[in-house]
């Protein structure tokens, strides 16, 4: 078994003995540009129309028309209601403790 394992040991190391390392060279090359490159900056310009809202009241109608259809009495799902669908304790902070949902 010792002489296998030393015939095969030898073999490898005879494989690999003819090998050499070989560094390679670098010559370095200069490299001129034919054209000269200019750098394009875009500008962007985005134009928003935001409505204006010139009315406070409309403002307030408006809000009003998106939470409820402008109906004091609308209560939703969740419990919220009046006009602008506040909840109950938005409403006891700004000073209505005895409103009811119903």
């Known amino acids: ?7 095969f040991g030898l073999s490898i190391l005879s494989a690999f ?3 050499t390392y070989i560094k ?3 010559t370095a090359i200069e490299v001129t540009p034919v054209k000269e490159v200019s750098v394009i900056t875009p500008k962007l310009e985005v134009k928003t129309e935001m409505p204006i809202v010139k009315n406070h009241n409309k403002f307030l109608d408006d809000i009003g028309f ?3 259809s402008n109906n004091y009495k609308a209560v939703n799902q969740f419990g919220y209601l009046g006009k602008y669908q506040f909840g109950r304790n938005t409403l006891n902070a700004i000073g209505f403790d005895s409103i009811s949902n119903y």
């Open 1 to 7: 078994m010792t002489m296998v394992l030393s015939v």
């Open 17 to 19: 003995a003819g090998i």
């Open 24 to 26: 390679p060279t670098v």
């Open 66 to 68: 998106r939470e409820s």
